[in-house]
C-alpha cells in the first residue's frame, strides 16, 4: 500500500564533493500496517576531473552541469532517466558553519530577530553576506528558560553557485542542508535513544575530512579535519618518489602496515595518523570543557571511503581508549538492493545518503 504524504513525491538527494557528485533517491511507502518502509530507487555516482570543485568551490560551472545531467540520465548515460525536478542537496562543510548555541530567550518566545543578534557572536562570516538557518531544539519543553538553537550559515556566493547550475538544468531545490547534517543522518541510528552517552562521527573523505560530535539527540559541534585521501596520496608521493597512481595502489593495498618494498611507507602513513588522533583527541576535549553537561563519547563512527584503511579503526580504538568502526551508511534504509554491496563503497554515500532520506520525507519539514 502506498500512501504518499509528501508533496515532493519522488525527490532526490545530491551531494557535491570535490572529485565527485552522488546521487541517491529513496521512496517512502507504508505497509499495510501502516508502518514506513524506505525502498532505494537510485544510487549512483559520477567523478569530477580536478579543478572543477576544490573545497566546495564551484570552479568551472558548465563541467560539473554537464555532471549533473549524466547523474540524471541525459545526454544518452548508463543511467536510467530521473524524472522528478524535486532535488535536496548539501552545502560542503569546508564552506558552512554549524554550531548548538544557547540563547537565553525561552524557546516559544524566540524570535528570528533573537537568533540573527546571537549569531553575529558566533558564526565566522559577514551576516549580511550569509544564509543562515536554525532549529530550536528543545522546543517541547515548556518549562525552559533559554533555548537550545543548531545554527548553520553559509555563504550567499557559495549556496548561489550551486543553486544556479540545479535551476538552470530544471531542477527544482525544496531544501539544502549542511553536510554535516546529511552525514548524521545516515549514520545515526534512527529513533535510537543515547542514554548518557555521546557519539562522534569521523568522515575520512577523499578531499576533506570531519568530526561531528552527536549528543542529548542533536549534532551539538563539527570541526575539519586535516586528514583526506588526497594528502596521504600527495605524502607518499613526495617521501617515496612515486607517482600519485601508484601512492594510491599502495595506501589502498597496505593501509597502516609495513610494505617491505617501501620502508618509509609506514612512516609517512603513521606520521599523519599521529595528527589524525591529535585532532580527534583536541576536539573531544573541546567538547566536554565548552558545552554544558557533556555527555562522555562513548563510540566513534567512521564514514567515508578512507574509513577502510587497514588498521586505521584498531590503531584509532587502542591510542584513545574509546571503539572506533566503520559504521553502517544504510542502517536507516535496509533495502535488498544493497546486499552484496562493499560496506565501504556504500561509506563513501554517507551523505547522499542522508540527503535521501530527507528528500523521501516532507524535505521542508522543521524536524529535519
Given at each position: 500500500m502506498l500512501?504518499i504524504?509528501?508533496?515532493?513525491?519522488?525527490a532526490?538527494?545530491?551531494?557535491?564533493?570535490?572529485?565527485?557528485?552522488?546521487?541517491v533517491?529513496?521512496?517512502?511507502?507504508?505497509?499495510?500496517?501502516?508502518r514506513?518502509?524506505?525502498?532505494?530507487?537510485?544510487?549512483?555516482?559520477?567523478?569530477?576531473?580536478?579543478?572543477?570543485i576544490?573545497?566546495?568551490?564551484i570552479?568551472?560551472?558548465?563541467?560539473?552541469?554537464?555532471?549533473?545531467?549524466?547523474?540524471?540520465?541525459?545526454?544518452?548515460?548508463?543511467?536510467?532517466?530521473?524524472?522528478?525536478?524535486?532535488v535536496?542537496?548539501?552545502?560542503?562543510?569546508?564552506?558552512?558553519?554549524?554550531k548548538?548555541?544557547e540563547?537565553?530567550?525561552?524557546?516559544?518566545?524566540?524570535?528570528?530577530?533573537?537568533?540573527?543578534?546571537?549569531a553575529?557572536k558566533?558564526?565566522p562570516?559577514?551576516?549580511?553576506?550569509?544564509?543562515?538557518?536554525w532549529?530550536?531544539?528543545?522546543?517541547?519543553?515548556e518549562?525552559a528558560?533559554?533555548?537550545?538553537?543548531?545554527?548553520g550559515?553559509?555563504?550567499?556566493?557559495?549556496?548561489?553557485?550551486?543553486?544556479?547550475?540545479?535551476?538552470?538544468?530544471?531542477?527544482?531545490?525544496?531544501?539544502?542542508?549542511?553536510?554535516?547534517?546529511?552525514i548524521?543522518?545516515?549514520?545515526i541510528?534512527?529513533?535510537?535513544?543515547?542514554?548518557?552517552?555521546?557519539?562522534?562521527?569521523?568522515?575520512?573523505?577523499?578531499?576533506?575530512?570531519?568530526?561531528?560530535?552527536?549528543?542529548?539527540?542533536?549534532?551539538?559541534?563539527?570541526?575539519?579535519?586535516?586528514?583526506?585521501?588526497?594528502?596521504?596520496?600527495?605524502?607518499?608521493?613526495?617521501?617515496?618518489?612515486?607517482d600519485?597512481?601508484?601512492?594510491?595502489?599502495?595506501?589502498?593495498?597496505?593501509?597502516l602496515?609495513?610494505?617491505?618494498?617501501?620502508?618509509l611507507?609506514?612512516?609517512?602513513?603513521?606520521?599523519?595518523?599521529?595528527?589524525?588522533?591529535?585532532d580527534?583527541?583536541?576536539?573531544?576535549t573541546?567538547?566536554?570543557?565548552?558545552?554544558p553537561?557533556?555527555?562522555p563519547?562513548?563510540?566513534?563512527?567512521?564514514?567515508?571511503?578512507?574509513?577502510?584503511?587497514?588498521?586505521?579503526?584498531?590503531?584509532?580504538?587502542k591510542?584513545?581508549?574509546v571503539?572506533?568502526?566503520?559504521?553502517?551508511a544504510?542502517?536507516?534504509?535496509?533495502?535488498?538492493?544493497?546486499?552484496?554491496r562493499?560496506?565501504?563503497?556504500?561509506l563513501?554515500?554517507?551523505?547522499?545518503?542522508?540527503?535521501?532520506?530527507?528528500?523521501?520525507?516532507?524535505?521542508?519539514?522543521?524536524?529535519?
Amino acid at each position: 500500500m502506498l500512501l504518499i504524504n509528501n508533496p515532493f513525491y519522488g525527490a532526490f538527494g545530491l551531494d557535491f564533493g570535490d572529485s565527485s557528485i552522488k546521487l541517491v533517491q529513496i521512496l517512502k511507502k507504508f505497509n499495510l500496517r501502516g508502518r514506513p518502509t524506505y525502498e532505494l530507487k537510485h544510487l549512483r555516482k559520477v567523478e569530477l576531473l580536478p579543478g572543477c570543485i576544490a573545497q566546495g568551490e564551484i570552479l568551472q560551472t558548465e563541467a560539473v552541469k554537464q555532471k549533473v545531467l549524466h547523474l540524471l540520465g541525459y545526454e544518452g548515460t548508463e543511467f536510467k532517466k530521473i524524472t522528478s525536478p524535486w532535488v535536496v542537496f548539501d552545502l560542503p562543510v569546508t564552506k558552512t558553519f554549524l554550531k548548538l548555541i544557547e540563547i537565553k530567550t525561552p524557546p516559544l518566545q524566540l524570535t528570528e530577530e533573537d537568533v540573527k543578534l546571537e549569531a553575529v557572536k558566533h558564526v565566522p562570516f559577514d551576516i549580511k553576506e550569509t544564509y543562515l538557518d536554525w532549529q530550536i531544539i528543545n522546543k517541547h519543553e515548556e518549562e525552559a528558560v533559554s533555548s537550545k538553537v543548531l545554527l548553520g550559515a553559509a555563504p550567499k556566493t557559495i549556496v548561489d553557485s550551486y543553486l544556479e547550475i540545479l535551476e538552470s538544468i530544471g531542477l527544482n531545490p525544496v531544501a539544502t542542508e549542511l553536510e554535516d547534517l546529511s552525514i548524521a543522518r545516515a549514520m545515526i541510528t534512527c529513533n535510537k535513544t543515547y542514554m548518557g552517552e555521546a557519539r562522534a562521527i569521523l568522515d575520512l573523505g577523499a578531499s576533506r575530512s570531519t568530526i561531528i560530535i552527536y549528543d542529548k539527540g542533536s549534532i551539538q559541534f563539527s570541526k575539519m579535519i586535516n586528514f583526506s585521501g588526497d594528502l596521504i596520496d600527495t605524502a607518499l608521493m613526495q617521501n617515496l618518489k612515486i607517482d600519485r597512481a601508484t601512492a594510491e595502489s599502495l595506501k589502498n593495498k597496505n593501509g597502516l602496515t609495513y610494505d617491505p618494498a617501501y620502508p618509509l611507507y609506514l612512516k609517512t602513513v603513521s606520521e599523519l595518523t599521529e595528527q589524525l588522533l591529535s585532532d580527534i583527541t583536541k576536539a573531544v576535549t573541546y567538547y566536554h570543557n565548552h558545552f554544558p553537561e557533556p555527555n562522555p563519547v562513548t563510540h566513534i563512527t567512521m564514514s567515508g571511503g578512507v574509513s577502510a584503511l587497514k588498521n586505521l579503526e584498531k590503531i584509532i580504538t587502542k591510542k584513545l581508549a574509546v571503539g572506533a568502526y566503520p559504521g553502517n551508511a544504510w542502517k536507516n534504509i535496509y533495502n535488498e538492493k544493497l546486499i552484496g554491496r562493499d560496506r565501504y563503497e556504500l561509506l563513501t554515500y554517507a551523505s547522499a545518503i542522508g540527503l535521501g532520506l530527507r528528500a523521501a520525507e516532507e524535505p521542508r519539514n522543521s524536524k529535519h
